[in-house]
T-cell receptor, first 109, second 114 residues
């Protein structure tokens, strides 16, 4: 079993829909990162969380440390949000990031 | 513009040849990382460097080598000992190696071994 699990693996939506991507992890962590990978392969960091909730534009990320779970929400989704969203955790041992396999999101007009 | 550059974007090599992937950053970051991405798998750490002239093995270092002679540069050599080198390779950097520091990624190099 992977230490970081994401669901769903694939997600399609109509423009304007509210999107939720989930991330569960099985290790103690010091931080959790949400990343976005565009079709060309480049990766951009969206959020770093160690507790609570963060918001940036239409993106909201939450984390529940006790339940070892994080969610990434996209409000009013748009075709340009189509990408692979990756969850990564930094274990409490602190030596490296552990990555989920990603959630592929496609938003249709 | 500050950022990370990787070259080339696509690379083709014959089996048995060593190949070096370039990674340069002008962000003045101390830490640099090499990851490998395969379909259906999460990124896996190959090597990382926290400071010039020092580097550590990641999870899948076998068949790879690196150097860190300059702060800006962290080239990765894929040797003939790497059994399955065809993959997408990503370089990243951060201010220093901390759980709370954002990693900045390069655009990646797709290596295909024929």
């Amino acid at each position: 079993k992977n230490e970081v699990e994401q669901s769903p693996q694939n997600l399609t939506a109509q423009e304007g829909e509210f999107i939720t991507i989930n991330c569960s992890y099985s290790v103690g962590i010091s931080a959790l990162h949400w990343l976005q990978q565009h079709p060309g392969g480049g990766i951009v960091s969206l959020f770093m969380l160690s507790s609570g909730k963060k918001k940036h534009g239409r993106l909201i990320a939450t984390i529940n440390i006790q339940e070892k779970h994080s969610s990434l929400h996209i409000t009013a989704s748009h075709p340009r949000d189509s990408a692979v969203y990756i969850c990564a955790v930094r274990s409490s041992r602190g030596d490296k990031l552990i990555f989920g396999t990603g959630t592929r999101l496609q938003v249709f007009p | 513009d500050g950022g990370i550059t990787q070259s080339p974007k696509y690379l083709f090599r014959k089996e048995g040849q060593n190949v070096t992937l370039s990674c340069e950053q002008n962000l003045n970051h101390d830490a640099m990382y090499w990851y490998r991405q395969d379909p259906g798998q999460g990124l896996r750490l190959i090597y990382y460097s926290q400071i010039v002239n020092d580097f550590q093995k990641g999870d899948i270092a076998e068949g790879y080598s690196v150097s860190r002679e300059k702060k800006e540069s962290f080239p990765l050599t894929v040797t003939s000992a790497q059994k399955n080198p065809t993959a997408f390779y990503l370089c990243a950097s951060s201010i220093w190696d901390s759980p709370y520091n954002e990693q900045f990624f390069g655009p990646g190099t797709r290596l295909t071994v024929l």
